[in-house]
């Protein structure tokens, strides 16, 4: 089992940053990927952005150049920087641990990010 404590979110204008933190703890295992999904009211969770063990990252197209994934692997830890915000960035964040080899996926609690004036 694998747990993910999440901290950061909050309020912040448009145009401002936030930070999103995530800690996995409990069987990590090896050929991993940890990153951060969200979903707004009413619409589909999507995949934000991901960082696999080898280094690989994805971003989705709509926060490309304003959002930084990095990963401490002797911590067990993932970083979400996010600047530029804007008001369609609004949801709640869930952080995420998935398994290659399995396909297997663990969830953190979630994060409200509101981004309003």
């Known amino acids: 089992q694998v747990q993910l404590l999440e901290s950061g979110g909050g309020l912040v204008q448009p145009g401002g940053f936030l930070r999103l933190s995530c800690a996995a703890s409990?069987?990590?295992?090896?050929?991993?990927?940890m990153g951060w999904f969200r979903q707004a009211p009413g619409k589909e969770r999507e995949l934000v952005a991901r960082?696999?063990?080898?280094?690989?990252?994805f971003y989705v197209d709509s926060v490309k150049g304003r959002f930084t994934i990095s990963r401490d692997s002797v911590k067990n830890t993932v970083e979400l920087q996010m600047n530029s915000l804007k008001p369609e960035d609004t949801a709640v964040y869930y952080c995420?641990?998935?398994?290659?080899?399995?396909?297997?996926?663990?969830w953190g609690q979630g994060t409200q990010v509101t981004v309003s004036s």
């Open positions: 995420n641990y998935y398994i290659v080899r399995i396909r297997k996926n663990y």
């Open positions: 409990g069987t990590i295992f090896s050929g991993n990927a």
């Open positions: 960082i696999f063990s080898s280094g690989t990252i």
